[in-house]
């Protein structure tokens, strides 16, 4: 059985930075599309950062300049580094394996495969 377990969540002030990681275990992720994907309280899974098996990268327009998303294949891990971190970024990010190409890499409906969350909380 697959496994995605993500780390690095933490509660910061606006203005600050964090990394989250994940690793991927049980499964072939390596040739798959993988993202993150962030759940704020009452509302639904956004797409936040995708990246395919060949390196291309997506981001939600709102997103795009602070955060970056990097994989290290030979480690089954997935990167998101997320700068100048505002209180509208608070949810609970999600990793994700994304049965997709470039242009579904945000969409949570192309994923298959969920990790059980970090909780990231940026207060004013």
């Known amino acids: 059985q697959g496994r995605l377990v993500e780390s690095g969540g933490d509660s910061v002030q606006a203005g600050g930075a964090l990394r989250l990681s994940c690793v991927a275990s049980?499964?072939?992720?390596?040739?798959?599309?993988m993202g993150w994907f962030r759940r704020a309280p009452g509302k639904e899974h956004e797409g936040v950062a995708g990246?395919?098996?060949?390196?291309?990268?997506k981001y939600a327009e709102s997103l795009k300049g602070r955060f970056t998303i990097t994989r290290d294949k030979a480690k089954n891990a997935l990167y998101l580094q997320m700068n100048s971190l505002k209180p509208e970024d608070t949810a609970m990010y999600y990793c994700?394996?994304?049965?997709?190409?470039?242009?579904?890499?945000?969409?949570?409906?192309?994923?298959?495969?969920w990790g059980q969350g970090t909780q990231v909380t940026v207060s004013s």
């Open positions: 990246i395919t098996s060949g390196g291309s990268t």
């Open positions: 049980g499964y072939p992720y390596n040739p798959y599309s």
């Open positions: 994700a394996r994304v049965n997709s190409g470039w242009s579904s890499l945000l969409d949570p409906g192309r994923v298959d495969a």
